[in-house]
């Protein structure tokens, strides 16, 4: 019998343009894959084919801590090919929260950092053993923190068992959810920024009289509010949460015309007390 060759693709080499879309399986090689421990991965066999290393996670407000997860895990193996899932806004909607970016723009994100060899979109939630099959996945990289969602307490549980699973490690302090909690706790600061760089009250979805207030204020207490012993930026880091799926916060009461309430399932009371990462305790 003939012996196959890998023509499974090769990690990128140049960075002057961004990481591919899968398409249906951006793999399709068929020579057998073998099932790989991470001693051999490590030591840099196969030699004919990189190590296919997935990470996935929701990755809203692209940040430093997205960043170097994928960074550990484009640099687990010598020659490791980094696959990265990035949910869709309905699954992620479900089980975890509201978003501040949209699914596109969290996959264009995804596709300029320059560890990322491929994009997957709409990922699942749960990796099943013929999602890891198809795309030919070997190892699957996250922090090592049990992520309770979507009625298990851990989705990557069976990964581990099947020892499939490389963890990373976090970033303390900084989070998804933290960026979101600052804007939120001095919300006026904000407002009053840009309303001073020409974004109208309707855009920022405040009422006449809030605009009218927030200008009067803006001189005096901006120049405090963004002063070095102030500044909402060097305020202390929240202590990350080990669950998957805080809950976004609620928008302050003064806020007037708010934004409709984001989607919620029945699971969602708990899923989204329940990371990926971006979990955005969440670095997911």
């Not at 991965?41 to 990470?55: I, K, L």
Request: aromatic letters at 8%.
């Amino acid at each position: 019998m003939e012996e196959l060759e890998h023509t499974c693709p090769h990690p990128r080499t140049t960075l002057i343009e961004p990481a591919i879309f899968a398409r249906e399986t951006s793999c399709d090689c068929r020579a057998p894959h073998e099932k790989l421990t991470i001693e051999q991965a490590r030591r840099g066999t196969p030699v004919d084919r990189p190590v296919r290393v997935y990470a996935d996670g929701i990755f809203d407000l692209f940040h430093s801590g997205h960043a170097r997860a994928l960074m550990q895990a484009k640099n687990l193996f010598p020659n490791t090919y980094l696959l990265v899932g990035v949910c869709s806004d309905e699954l992620t909607h479900k089980y975890k929260g509201f978003t501040v970016m949209t699914e596109q723009e969290r996959y264009e994100a995804l596709r300029h950092c320059r560890y990322v060899d491929e994009v997957l979109r709409d990922a699942p939630w749960t990796l099943t053993p013929k999602f890891l099959d198809k795309h030919k996945i070997d190892f699957v990289a996250h922090d090592d923190i049990p992520y309770s969602s979507a009625g298990s307490e851990d989705v990557y549980k069976h990964i581990k068992e099947a020892g499939m699973f490389v963890p990373t490690q976090r970033t303390e302090g900084i989070s998804t959810s933290d960026i979101i909690t600052r804007i939120v706790r001095d919300y006026d600061v904000y407002a009053r920024r840009n309303l001073q760089r020409g974004y109208t009250a309707k855009e920022l979805n405040v009422s006449y009289i809030n605009k009218q207030v927030l200008q009067e204020r803006s001189g005096r207490m901006l120049s405090y509010a963004l002063s070095p012993r102030e500044s909402p930026c060097n305020s202390p880091p929240r202590e990350l949460s080990p669950l998957r799926s805080p809950s976004p916060p609620s928008p302050p009461a003064r806020w007037h015309n708010a934004r409709p309430s984001p989607p919620t399932s029945p699971k969602g009371a708990s899923a989204s007390m329940s990371s990926m990462s971006e979990g955005d305790e969440d670095e997911n």
